[in-house]
């Protein structure tokens, strides 16, 4: 798994006061500067990840093959509870289960670099720790989405800048897609995510990079393809890396309340797509849900 190195630095936080105040969120609603490791919501242990300390956050959301490298290298039971049986060719999900394979191949994917759906938020603990890694916070989002501030200042509204994505649509990963910026808008033809990545393959940074989506560490799908789960400023303990097994942390939040999405997914409304848009970040969902999955991450 590529990981990028978000560094130390300050950052604008809730750019705009779009945010609003729910669920504690750093600033009050305020557009702020984060510039030390002390500025953390309101009761938050010291030492909260909240974006200005350096960390490690994949490049690419989870893919479908990696999550069945998961699933193939825990055990059958364990593997069971985290495997969507019931959505095979769903929105785009396509792992399957052969139970007269060998261990270590039972889960497969015919769309093995498309983002990973079709998760829960207990699926994506159990991979995190098991992988050693942890969720981010929703201040790290903002941070890795964002960037930090160059030049003294840096409130963009998406991971790209403060251009508003275009609907020009096209053939993306066998169905019909925005074919810039990012996937999004539940486009009749194209129900479902698409290859992690895919605006940054397609050589557009030489004339345009802002078209790739990527934010500006190069961390691809921050708006768009897969909500990301992550933990809300609600959530006051700080976040132990996974313990590289299937039963995560007691510092990382449970389904209920502590976490959220953010970022937008492919069946959205554009104004989901704002890095500091929050009207999902105390989502409480606990089932598996059709376009959510996650970028990993890591403490240093």
Avoid at 158 to 171: F, L, M, R
Avoid at 186 to 210: C, F, M, R, T
Avoid at 219 to 245: Q, S
Wanted: contains cysteine; proline residues 4%.
């Amino acid at each position: 798994m590529e990981m990028v190195d978000v560094p130390t630095g300050s950052f604008i936080y809730d750019a705009g006061g779009i945010g609003g105040s729910t669920f504690n969120n750093y600033g009050g609603g305020s557009a702020i500067t984060v510039s030390a490791a002390t500025d953390i919501p309101t009761g938050a242990a010291a030492g909260w990840p909240n974006g200005y300390t350096g960390f490690y956050l994949a490049k690419y959301e989870v893919s479908q093959q990696q999550f069945c490298d998961f699933l193939n290298t825990i055990s059958s039971t364990d593997a069971a509870n985290r495997y969507d049986a019931a959505g095979y060719n769903t929105y785009g999900y396509l792992i399957t289960y052969t139970g007269a394979a060998p261990y270590g191949v039972r889960y497969t994917t015919a769309a093995q670099n498309r983002g990973c759906n079709l998760l829960s938020w207990d699926d994506t603990c159990a991979y995190l720790s098991w992988s050693a890694l942890r969720p981010m916070t929703e201040m790290e989002y903002e941070k890795a989405a964002r960037g930090g501030n160059q030049a003294g200042a840096n409130a963009r509204t998406y991971p790209w800048g403060n251009t508003e994505p275009s609907t020009v649509t096209g053939s993306v990963d066998g169905g019909t897609h925005m074919l810039y910026y990012a996937n999004y808008g539940n486009i009749a033809g194209g129900e479902k995510p698409i290859l992690v990545g895919w605006y940054l393959s397609q050589n557009y940074a030489a004339s345009n990079p802002a078209v790739t989506g990527a934010s500006v560490y190069g961390i691809t799908d921050l708006a768009g393809n897969v909500w990301e789960f992550l933990i809300n400023c609600a959530w006051a303990t700080v976040p132990l890396n996974g313990n590289g097994t299937t039963t995560w942390p007691a510092s990382w939040p449970g389904a209920a309340a502590g976490k959220g999405v953010r970022g937008g997914g492919w069946f959205d409304i554009v104004a989901y797509l704002r890095v500091s848009d929050r009207v999902n970040a105390g989502w409480a969902g606990t089932t598996r849900e059709i376009g959510v999955g996650f970028h990993p991450a890591r403490t240093k």
